[in-house]
């Protein structure tokens, strides 16, 4: 099936330093990624969808100059939180749609923690 | 916008007990519905998928059910297990964005 890979699985920076989160289709191509954000607990908000070669569309209240997203290939999205705060300590989580049968398929999240 | 409610929020079974989770959503123009499950700490596994002409979709020991009209969904898992022991999330395609319950935690005691 689909498989979803995201690295890191975990990061700590400190406050001030942004993190690169990278999401990669392993064996078709997404010309669109998601990018949730979960709190503790909490279920998962979407924070914007990432379209390739083209501009992400964010959510309402995600700052999209926080958040960057870059989709520069069929099977890439990275999610760049920049000037990162502990606010923004989060469990994050892309997934991609299949052209198939249109379900989504999850990576394993990344863990940050700004310290 | 789609509202998704599940429950109940916590379940705790004894284990070879069948599981009963539900879902509702308020919006009925659905293209699919999705069960995923979530281990602490770890992304989304993809259980069921059910597209919105369907009635019902088995895997093994799950099956879910869908009745798109009264915007109701239910995840039954027979004869659980102790390794069934997670978070299971529902979420509805309304215009291809995914919206998500709450989530059910089910543990199943050994």
């Known amino acids: 099936g689909a498989v979803v890979s995201q690295h890191p699985s975990w990061v700590i920076c400190k406050s001030g330093t942004s993190v690169k989160i990278e999401c990669r289709s392993l064996?078709?191509?997404?010309?669109?990624m998601f990018w949730y954000r979960q709190f503790p607990k909490q279920s998962l908000m979407l924070m914007a969808t990432?379209?390739?070669?083209?501009?992400?569309?964010?959510e309402q209240g995600v700052e999209k100059d926080k958040f960057l997203i870059n989709h520069a290939s069929l099977t890439l999205s990275t999610l760049t939180v920049t000037s990162a705060h502990p606010e923004d300590s989060s469990f994050y989580i892309c997934?991609?749609?299949?052209?198939?049968?249109?379900?989504?398929?999850f990576g394993s999240g990344t863990r940050l923690t700004v310290v | 916008k789609q509202e998704v409610t599940q429950i109940p929020a916590a379940l705790s079974v004894p284990e070879g007990e069948n599981l009963v989770l539900n879902c509702s959503f308020t919006?009925?123009?659905?293209?699919?519905l999705q069960w995923f499950r979530q281990d602490p700490g770890k992304g989304l596994t993809s259980l069921l998928l059910?597209?919105?002409?369907?009635r019902e979709q088995t895997s093994g020991r799950l099956n879910a059910s869908l009745d798109k009209s009264s915007g109701r969904s239910t995840l039954y898992i027979a004869a659980s297990q102790p390794g069934d022991s997670a978070t299971y999330l529902c979420?509805?395609?309304?215009?291809?964005?995914?919206?998500f319950g709450a989530g059910t935690t089910v543990t199943v005691r050994a």
């Open positions: 064996d078709f191509q997404a010309t669109t």
């Open positions: 919006d009925s123009a659905i293209y699919n």
């Open positions: 990432s379209n390739e070669g083209s501009k992400a569309t964010y």
């Open positions: 997934s991609a749609r299949e052209t198939t049968n249109y379900g989504y398929t």
């Open positions: 059910i597209q919105s002409s369907q």
């Open positions: 979420a509805v395609n309304t215009d291809y964005k995914l919206s």
